[in-house]
């Protein structure tokens, strides 16, 4: 998950890393921050869990409601 608000050079870094994975951008970062209770929050990932599954299927339905 990468901040709506990120930068450049840290969205090409995040690219070049994640190759086989989706990389969605649909919280701003003082969004994220606040969900995540963290500052400073651009960027976040999350290990391969059925919890992880679920969180790609929402975010996914959730980038495809606010792309259309």
Same mark, same amino acid.
């Given at each position: 998950?990468?901040?709506?608000?990120?930068?450049?050079?840290?969205?090409?870094?995040?690219?070049?890393?994640?190759?086989? #994975?989706?990389?969605?951008?649909?919280? /701003?970062?003082?969004? $994220?921050?606040?969900? &995540? @209770?963290?500052?400073?929050?651009?960027?976040?990932?999350?290990?391969?869990?059925? #919890?992880?599954?679920?969180?790609?299927? /929402?975010?996914?339905? $959730?980038?495809?409601? &606010? @792309?259309?």
């Amino acid at each position: 998950m990468e901040a709506t608000d990120a930068g450049n050079d840290g969205h090409q870094r995040v690219m070049l890393v994640s190759k086989d #994975m989706d990389v969605f951008q649909v919280f /701003e970062t003082e969004e $994220l921050e606040k969900a &995540l @209770n963290r500052e400073n929050t651009v960027h976040a990932a999350f290990l391969k869990s059925e #919890m992880a599954n679920m969180v790609k299927r /929402e975010l996914k339905k $959730l980038s495809d409601f &606010l @792309n259309e």
